[in-house]
């Protein structure tokens, strides 16, 4: 938990008063409250039950609306643990935690995060994926996307597509033929004042992410395919960001109706009231608000709409059409994966791009002209006759995928100077091994002649010994 040090914008709060009435005094005293820290296990690892088992934290279930996420009520540093960098969880807002769960994403669906970074709601989405279908995850910033492409790696997310578009390209490029699309919208961001603390903020600014908001959405819904969900979500109270961001799109798209999601302890309901009365539906009152101070986050808008037209889109984005590596990389690769791992991979999903060996998901679209930072997992890199293992492989891999794995505790020594990037003695055959935490991969290193040359990569290396930092 930590404490709010300072207090909103005068000119939001007089807002907030004005919306709010009776109800703006609890609101008010809510940012005098300590902020929830939340992390949400990463289920494609372990479950939450043997997370809750394992954890060195003080742990309290952030509520039957997300199984996976948990409230910390001490004061650990759960982003200064080993588990974190193993990545056994996101360290998440707790109501962002309730966008993912409304999205709801399937096995094997074709699911879209169209403003992904930093990647909290995509890693929950290629969780609810399991390892099967395709997840698109998307930033038009490069510098936020390669951010995202960080945590995904970290996550573990083998079944991803991340690029850094424009939404009209992507647009242009697949069509309407995604399962669920998140609009995690750029949002005048109100609901973080009690989180940061006060930042610039105008009403000039709330109409001017309306309007970009409103023309993201709009896009967006070009991608969707009939049945398919729309999910918009913002960390913002005003209603020209929301309610009337929504009331415009239905009047404009009228082949999308909203959805009365599940409702929870601390779910409000959209505010008819607070739009133009031109634009004012009773059906907005299906949107959900979650509020500081009656739920233990720092405040979401979500709107859940699906596509209820019937007529099959004119055209489907192309499979992935590529060729394999040839047989001398393909050799290579193989000798090294079978002295090395235990886990076979399909070599008909293998690309080659620039020395470099990806796995591709099973489901693989044609990209086109679109910037790509990541396309599925990437295993390593070739050199002169050997294969070097990246980073990624290793926090993909399962405790029982490699040949040699060297296990510590998360307390130990071993683990300290590994994540320090410094060389260890450890005893037993040489070769490449996955260094792992309490049985969960961390990274590679390779023994020889009894020390395990560290291969963690130096951009992720700790100063100082961790045990020390979170103390």
Known sequence: MTTNPQSPPPDFLAKMAGLLGEEFEQFAQSYGEATAVGLRVNTLKLSAADFSTLSPFALKAVGPHEPDGFLVTDDSKPGSHPYHAAGLYYLQEPSAMVVGGLVDAQPGELVLDLAAAPGGKATHLAAQLQGRGLLVANDVHTGRARLLAENMTRWGAATSLITSADPEHLAAQFGPIFDRVLVDAPCSGEGMFRKQGPFEWSEGMVLACSRRQTAVLHTAAQLVKPGGRLVYATCTFSPEEDEAVIAHFLRQFPQFELIDPPRFAGFGAGRPSWVDESLADDALEKCVRLWPHHFPGE??????????????????????????????????????????????????????????????????????????????????????????????????????????????????????????????????????????????????????NGRIKNHYPRGLRRNRDWRVESA
């Open 299 to 448: 405040g979401h808008f979500i709107a859940v709409r699906q596509q209820i037209e019937a007529v099959k889109p004119q055209r489907f984005c192309k499979p992935l059409r590529f060729a394999p590596p040839g047989k001398k990389e393909l050799a290579v690769w193989q000798a090294f994966a079978d002295e090395v791992l235990q886990v076979d991979f399909d070599e008909e999903r293998l690309l080659l791009v620039n020395g470099r060996l990806y796995l591709l998901p099973e489901l693989a679209l044609e990209t086109g002209k679109l910037h790509l930072i990541r396309y599925g997992l990437l295993l390593g890199e070739f050199g002169k006759g050997h294969f070097r293992p990246d980073h990624a492989l290793a926090l993909a891999l399962k405790p029982n995928d490699a040949a040699l794995t060297a296990n510590f505790a998360a307390d130990s020594d071993e683990i300290a100077a590994y994540w320090q990037g410094l060389d260890f003695a450890s005893a037993g055959p040489d070769g490449w091994l996955l260094v792992a935490v309490d049985g969960f991969g961390l990274g590679w290193g390779k023994r020889v």
